[in-house]
């Protein structure tokens, strides 16, 4: 049936994933010189849907090309493949919330979900964000004291409480076959 806990835990698997679309998956802060001669804080954002990335803190006319910067780390580190691990772990779980009659084969959909969660997780921490920052280190150059400041944000997050909720899922999906064949042990 539907109405089951895991159906709850399936949905919300799905909806926290979701929010990597809407939410970046880590902001850098960099200080930069501006043409005036000053200093400038410049933040840039990571996102697995690319938008406007780069927000100067004043208008000031700055020394480099902000959306060279930002078009450098994308090539480095593109979004698509997170969106992709995305997508799927969304489909995933609402197939797996409908296949509540084939409980063995809802596990196994569920524990590629559980994969593909545990994959973003891996890519967001690992490659995509330091491969950003190199990317975006790499139009800059070797200029002394640009330090980085990474900051993750939910699109980093939300995958690990995808992972917890998809386990939760597949533990609830094992239980109910246990008391099914317990059931029919009694017949």
């Known amino acids: ?75 480095k580190a593109p979004w698509w493949p997170m969106a992709g691990v995305c997508g799927a772990v969304i489909v995933l779980s609402l197939v797996a919330l409908f296949m509540y009659k084939n409980r063995m084969k809802q ?18 921490f690992v490659w995509i964000v330091d491969a950003f920052r190199k990317g975006m280190n790499g139009v800059i150059g070797n200029q002394v004291g640009v330090e980085w400041v990474t900051t993750y944000n939910v699109g980093t997050w939300a995958p690990i409480a995808a992972v917890v909720l998809l386990f939760l899922a597949q533990n609830a999906i094992k239980r109910d076959e246990k008391k099914v064949r317990a059931a029919d042990r009694l017949r």
Do not use: H, W
């Open 1 to 75: 049936m539907i109405q089951r806990i895991q159906s709850v835990y399936l949905i919300l698997a799905a909806c926290a994933m979701a929010l990597c679309f809407m939410f970046p998956v880590a902001t850098y802060k960099v200080t930069l010189p501006a043409l005036d001669g000053s200093q400038q804080e410049v933040t840039f954002k990571y996102g697995i849907v690319p938008s406007k990335t780069a927000q100067v803190e004043n208008e000031v006319e700055m020394m480099m090309p902000l959306n060279a910067m930002a078009k450098e780390g994308y090539r």
């Open 107 to 124: 596990v196994r959909v569920v524990a590629v979900g559980v994969l593909l969660s545990v994959v973003y997780v891996f890519m967001a």
